[in-house]
């Protein structure tokens, strides 16, 4: 699969690369990061390269995810945000830096890549998180997703396990609203 460049008024989602190393390796050492994602812990530099030099461009190639850098749109050279994946079954992940994260460029970002997947001719998109991951559960209740369910993960913790998760699914041509039903903390 060829990358593609998706852009809202705000930002640039594009491919990350060699220059956003350091700023992988700086926002993979936040303990909320660790506690809510599958990254190795301790994580090192060579995390870092091994995610954004080998393992995103081959997902992209094969096919089996599109990973992007939230990116300034207005910045030359713009720093990445956050990243946000998406499985080519239709689950989307996604993280922000600390310092990044309630200017609503999640969100954002996450309708943008929603819009792609749908524009596609797909007819469904899920999301899963780690239960008590209210800050990424609100950005899919956000987009109008629908709880669904508590339930294992459906991608193996760093462990091996798959840790209890909430989990959400969202139709084409579907209001991006938030929906009824997600649990107490989330806002439901």
């Given amino acids: 699969?060829?990358?593609?460049?998706?852009?809202?008024?705000?930002?640039?989602?594009?491919?990350?690369?060699?220059?956003?190393?350091?700023?992988?390796?700086?926002?993979?050492?936040?303990?909320v990061l660790q506690q809510y994602t599958t990254v190795p812990v301790p994580y090192r530099r060579e995390d870092a390269a091994t995610f954004l030099l080998e393992l995103a461009p081959r997902w992209w190639e094969e096919g089996t995810e599109q990973t992007w850098a939230i990116r300034l749109a207005d910045v030359p050279d713009a720093r990445l945000l956050g990243v946000i994946g998406l499985r080519s079954y239709g689950e989307v992940g996604y993280w922000m830096g600390a310092q990044h994260r309630g200017h609503g460029y999640l969100g954002e970002a996450f309708e943008?890549?929603?819009?792609?997947?749908?524009?596609?001719?797909?007819?469904r998109m899920t999301w899963s998180c780690l239960v008590g991951n209210v800050a990424s559960a609100r950005a899919a209740r956000r987009a109008g997703f629908h709880f669904t369910r508590t339930g294992p993960a459906t991608v193996a913790d760093?462990?091996?396990?798959?840790?209890?998760?909430?989990?959400?699914?969202?139709?084409?041509?579907?209001p991006r609203e938030p929906q009824p039903g997600w649990p107490a903390e989330v806002g439901g």
């Fill in 112 to 123: 943008v890549v929603i819009d792609h997947w749908f524009r596609a001719g797909n007819e």
């Fill in 1 to 31: 699969m060829t990358p593609v460049v998706l852009r809202t008024p705000r930002l640039v989602l594009d491919q990350p690369g060699e220059r956003d190393v350091e700023t992988v390796f700086e926002y993979c050492q936040d303990p």
């Fill in 158 to 174: 760093r462990d091996g396990s798959h840790p209890d998760s909430w989990h959400g699914e969202l139709f084409a041509g579907e």
